[in-house]
T-cell receptor, first 115, second 113 residues
Framework: NAGVTQTPKFRILKIGQSMTLQCAQD?????MYWYRQDPGMGLKLIYY???????DKGEVPNGYNVSRSTTEDFPLRLELAAPSQTSVYFC??????????????FGSGTQLSVL | GESVGLHLPTLSVQEGDNSIINCAYS??????FIWYKQESGKGPQFIID?????DKRQGQRVTVLLNKTVKHLSLQIAATQPGDSAVYFC????????????FGTGTKLQVIP
């Protein structure tokens, strides 16, 4: 049981390039999330998904896209990378959501620099 | 708007002493609170949680206290160890149809050997 796996761990992009951050979980969790963490700051929710085929925007969705074709995978797409997207990205999952109290399981993060 | 914040950005504690990390929240509708620990280069890891119908919950060497009157949350770590050095985040969640957890900015705990 690997938990939440993120790839790559590090990436440097040029302005305007695109890339996909991969996230997979093997816990059969319904809910998955993408957060970004800027230096010295807390985590901001980018997008989340409550199940396969369903996604919704979080606090800071601009410049990103997601898809959820399977329960296991929740990739995050950057279409036109900008310096403001330099950050550490964390994927997380939880079994349930809504009006239940469920802790989040996090991946180890992807450190992205846009130059 | 909603916010979750911490009083102290950095806390230095002598090994063996008790640590207290504080957190203020502003959304009175929040009904679930969580503390996460984030070690350098890693993702946050769940430590302990508490529901709004409780005012205290204990785990292994950790205790969370909730004061709803003043919207204050604290994490107490007993007999602090070097392995406790990390950034600690408080987070809150309220009923919004789907689980959306709001994180504070974090407190860095430095344990002095």
């Amino acid at each position: 049981n690997a938990g939440v796996t993120q790839t790559p761990k590090f990436r440097i992009l040029k302005i305007g390039q695109s890339m996909t951050l991969q996230c997979a979980q093997d816990m059969n969790h319904n809910y998955m999330y993408w957060y970004r963490q800027d230096p010295g700051m807390g985590l901001k929710l980018i997008y989340y998904s409550v199940g396969a085929g369903i996604t919704d925007k979080g606090e800071v969705p601009n410049g990103y896209n997601v898809s959820r074709s399977t329960t296991e995978d929740f990739p995050l797409r950057l279409e036109l990378a900008a310096p403001s997207q330099t950050s550490v990205y964390f994927c997380a999952s939880s079994q349930t959501g809504g009006n239940t109290n469920e802790k989040l399981f996090f991946g180890s993060g992807t450190q992205l620099s846009v130059l | 708007g909603e916010s979750v914040g911490l009083h102290l950005p950095t806390l230095s504690v002598q090994e063996g002493d008790n640590s207290i990390i504080n957190c203020a929240y502003s959304n009175s509708a929040s009904d679930y609170f969580i503390w996460y620990k984030q070690e350098s280069g890693k993702g946050p890891q769940f430590i302990i949680d508490i529901r709004s119908n409780m005012d205290k919950r204990q785990g292994q060497r950790v205790t969370v206290l909730l004061n709803k009157t003043v919207k204050h949350l604290s994490l107490q770590i007993a007999a602090t160890q070097p392995g406790d050095s990390a950034v600690y985040f408080c987070a809150e969640k309220g009923w919004r149809g789907y689980q959306k957890v709001t994180f504070g900015t974090g407190t860095k705990l430095q344990v002095i050997p």
